[in-house]
């Protein structure tokens, strides 16, 4: 034993540890256990956020395309003739 200290560990840089050394280390790990993280939004806010965000997304792409592309009115884009005309020209049989 050096300097009348018991080693546990020694590592390739030569670095030794004592008991001391050692169960303060790993008392500290068991601090970091311990330790809660408060998050700033709750996982239900953010499904939420995302699901309202996708809604307004898909929204405001179909009133673009409608309107600036397909030179149509903005206000037709939430009429059903619209979406039934639209439909039957993609599932239309020749």
């Known amino acids: 034993m050096r300097d ?13 540890l004592t ?9 500290n790990k068991e601090q970091m256990k311990r330790k ?13 956020l995302v699901t309202l965000l996708i809604v307004v997304s898909v929204v ?14 903005m206000v037709d884009v939430f009429k059903k003739s619209t979406w039934t005309h639209i439909f039957d020209l993609v599932y239309s049989e020749k």
Request: charged share 35%; hydrophobic share 35%; aromatic share 10%.
């Open 60 to 73: 405001s792409g179909t009133i673009v395309g409608y309107s600036m592309m397909g030179s149509g009115a």
């Open 4 to 16: 009348k200290k018991e080693l546990l560990y020694t590592s390739m840089e030569e670095k030794t």
């Open 19 to 27: 008991r001391d050394d050692f169960k303060q280390k790993k008392e």
């Open 36 to 48: 809660i993280r408060i998050r700033l939004l709750p996982l239900w806010f953010r499904v939420l």
